[in-house]
């Protein structure tokens, strides 16, 4: 029996995999290498470079690792470029998942995880989400995640599909020096960058009603949230009752002052953010309860903001200069 995991060769699924491998659950990784690093899969791991859009790739790759399961991270992820690109983001966010969900109902593969985003909620109108706030996508790339969901909850209808959804808030940190955030529009890549390149890091104003007047936000750790798979993927293979869907977030968020405060201290880099326009629709606070998957899914957040921070910028300046 094994897990297969897609986009697995990309920052978050690497260490999902790596998770997996630590519980000891056997594992085989689906990725087309469009934004993942073929040298973040452990050697050991059986690899095959493809996409979730290939129904017969999917079909052969089940039969040949005997897969029993399935951890779904494969998928366009850029929420602002999806505005401008939202047939490709249908493409492969909507159509790669009914792909793959085809293939699973083929070769009698009945559980699957499935990477949700907080982008399902749009701009909440609450001081703390939960899985029963109100959905209101706000772009192609949410609207295709909740059409995931979807297409989950009517395979568990008509076909016994054993599933959950796990919405993710913003994942930093690194659970592996050898794994770092390469996404050009995150935003510790992007203050990263700019330290490194000798540039001051900007945020996008400083006006909101926020204790400091900037974004609230709530971080979690990236090797938090792939145990929180791992839990999943063993509940189901035991054949226990999940949720739909749960939120992993921490309850109470950081404002991105409290980010350049934790990023000057882990880089030991002094520097004041340089203060640009607000974002159109950004909302002062976004910030999750995580308390049904801690019910559930052992969630819990592991790390302070400083450890999350300290461990992205140790991985990031390794890839950078590979002799740190």
Not at 130 to 140: A, D, G, L, R
Not at 152 to 168: C, E, I, P
């Given at each position: 029996?094994?897990?297969?995991?897609?986009?697995?060769?990309?920052?978050?699924?690497?260490?999902?995999?790596?998770?997996?491998?630590?519980?000891?659950?056997r594992?085989?990784?689906?990725?087309?290498?469009?934004?993942?690093?073929?040298?973040?899969?452990?050697?050991?791991?059986?690899?095959?470079?493809?996409?979730?859009?290939?129904?017969?790739?999917?079909?052969?790759?089940?039969?040949?690792?005997?897969v029993?399961?399935?951890?779904?991270?494969?998928?366009?992820?850029?929420?602002?470029?999806?505005?401008?690109?939202?047939?490709?983001?249908?493409?492969?966010?909507?159509?790669?998942?009914?792909?793959?969900?085809?293939?699973?109902?083929?070769?009698?593969?009945?559980?699957?995880?499935?990477?949700?985003s907080?982008?399902?909620?749009?701009?909440?109108?609450?001081?703390l989400?939960?899985?029963?706030?109100?959905?209101?996508?706000?772009?192609?790339?949410?609207?295709?995640?909740?059409?995931?969901?979807?297409?989950?909850?009517?395979?568990?209808?008509?076909?016994?599909?054993?599933?959950?959804?796990?919405?993710?808030?913003?994942?930093?940190?690194?659970?592996?020096?050898?794994?770092?955030?390469?996404?050009?529009?995150?935003l510790?890549?992007?203050?990263?960058?700019?330290?490194?390149?000798?540039?001051?890091?900007?945020?996008?104003?400083?006006?909101?009603?926020?204790?400091?007047?900037?974004?609230?936000?709530?971080?979690?750790?990236?090797?938090?949230?792939?145990?929180?798979?791992?839990?999943?993927?063993?509940r189901?293979?035991?054949?226990?009752?999940?949720?739909a869907?749960?939120?992993?977030?921490?309850?109470?968020?950081?404002?991105?002052?409290?980010?350049?405060?934790?990023?000057?201290?882990?880089?030991?880099i002094?520097?004041?953010?340089e203060?640009?326009?607000?974002?159109?629709?950004?909302?002062?606070r976004?910030?999750?309860?995580?308390?049904?998957a801690?019910?559930?899914?052992?969630?819990?957040?592991?790390?302070?903001?400083?450890?999350?921070?300290?461990?992205?910028?140790?991985?990031?300046?390794?890839?950078?200069?590979?002799?740190?």
């Amino acid at each position: 029996m094994t897990w297969l995991v897609t986009g697995g060769a990309g920052y978050i699924g690497s260490h999902i995999v790596r998770a997996l491998r630590g519980a000891n659950l056997r594992t085989v990784v689906l990725d087309d290498l469009s934004t993942g690093h073929g040298d973040f899969v452990p050697p050991e791991v059986p690899f095959v470079r493809g996409s979730i859009l290939d129904g017969a790739l999917l079909l052969d790759t089940m039969a040949d690792h005997d897969v029993s399961g399935v951890i779904h991270v494969a998928g366009f992820k850029y929420a602002g470029v999806s505005v401008q690109q939202p047939l490709h983001t249908y493409q492969q966010n909507v159509m790669g998942t009914a792909t793959l969900l085809a293939a699973m109902e083929s070769k009698g593969v009945d559980r699957i995880v499935f990477s949700s985003s907080a982008a399902v909620y749009g701009m909440p109108d609450t001081d703390l989400v939960t899985e029963q706030t109100p959905k209101n996508p706000q772009s192609p790339y949410g609207e295709s995640k909740l059409i995931g969901e979807w297409l989950l909850a009517d395979q568990g209808v008509a076909r016994d599909l054993r599933h959950t959804s796990l919405r993710y808030f913003n994942v930093v940190g690194s659970g592996d020096p050898a794994l770092y955030d390469s996404s050009p529009h995150n935003l510790l890549p992007l203050v990263f960058t700019a330290l490194i390149e000798g540039r001051t890091p900007r945020v996008n104003g400083n006006d909101y009603a926020t204790p400091d007047g900037t974004n609230v936000r709530d971080y979690i750790h990236v090797a938090d949230l792939a145990e929180a798979h791992v839990a999943a993927a063993q509940r189901l293979d035991a054949g226990e009752s999940l949720e739909a869907a749960y939120n992993l977030g921490s309850g109470r968020g950081s404002s991105v002052g409290e980010i350049m405060t934790a990023v000057a201290e882990a880089t030991g880099i002094a520097f004041t953010p340089e203060v640009g326009p607000r974002r159109a629709g950004d909302p002062d606070r976004i910030v999750a309860s995580g308390d049904l998957a801690a019910r559930d899914l052992d969630w819990m957040m592991r790390h302070t903001l400083r450890e999350m921070v300290e461990s992205q910028w140790i991985a990031t300046r390794r890839a950078v200069e590979p002799s740190v």
